[in-house]
């Protein structure tokens, strides 16, 4: 149990589906991301929230929708996607302490959650 | 552009100490070394990481060289339960921490 929680652990939907998966972290954290894990490659990061605002967005396709209500809840908004989305979608927290070594950069992921597309 | 270089894969019996290296030869100095490790089908976990001194905790034993080119993860007694994929990353304290394909490490009895 690492204080990350991710619901639903597994989906399935169609291309004309609209769904979304849900992180929520009890760490007292400010800091939340979203991670894609396909097959046979590296994690990527797709998107990060500091204290609710959205700061990094690396050129992930519209049909992801991310949402950030709260520095406890993070949102993965999910439409038209293709087969190839199909993957390990996994959220992570941290404490951000600003610049500087206070930071001690450690991320606190969740057990993610396994989307299939067909 | 990677930043650091890992064996794709190693073995390592059961109870031995597993060394894991990594080099990282264009490692900034204000860049850290992490390690976190990927069980199967789960997130990926934290270890350890270090500036430029030897770090030492629960789970592992981290040894940067002087030069801090290259580091070596020390799993003391590796037990079946420490198979996974390992991960070395550089990065600033508040920078992001990019994945790359690790090492798998294969504990056998």
């Known amino acids: 149990e690492t204080g990350v929680t991710q619901t639903p652990r597994h989906l399935v939907m169609g291309m004309t589906n609209k769904k979304s998966l849900k992180c929520e972290q009890h760490l007292g954290h400010n800091a939340m991301y979203w991670y894609k894990q396909s097959a046979k490659k590296p994690l990527e990061l797709m998107f990060v929230y500091n204290f609710k605002e959205q700061t990094e967005n690396n050129s992930v396709p519209s049909r992801f929708s991310p949402e950030c209500p709260n520095s406890s809840h993070l949102f993965l908004h999910l439409h038209t996607l293709q087969p190839e989305d199909s993957a390990l979608y996994l959220c992570?927290?941290?404490?951000?302490?600003?610049?500087?070594?206070?930071?001690?950069?450690?991320?606190?992921f969740g057990e993610g959650s396994r989307l299939t597309v067909l | 552009d990677a930043k650091t270089t890992q064996p794709p894969s190693m073995d390592c019996a059961e109870g031995r100490a597993a060394n894991l290296p990594c080099n990282h030869s264009?490692?900034?100095?204000?860049?850290?070394v992490y390690w976190y490790r990927q069980i199967h089908s789960q997130g990926p976990q934290y270890i350890i990481h270090g500036l430029k001194n030897n770090e030492t905790n629960e789970m592992a034993s981290l040894i940067i060289t002087e030069d801090r080119k290259s580091s070596t993860l020390i799993l003391p007694h590796a037990t079946l339960r420490d198979t996974a994929v390992y991960y070395c990353i550089v990065k600033p304290y508040t920078g992001k921490l990019i994945f790359g394909q690790g090492t798998t490490l294969q504990v056998k009895p």
């Open positions: 264009t490692i900034s100095g204000n860049e850290y």
């Open positions: 992570a927290s941290s404490l951000y302490k600003g610049a500087g070594p206070a930071n001690t950069g450690e991320l606190f």
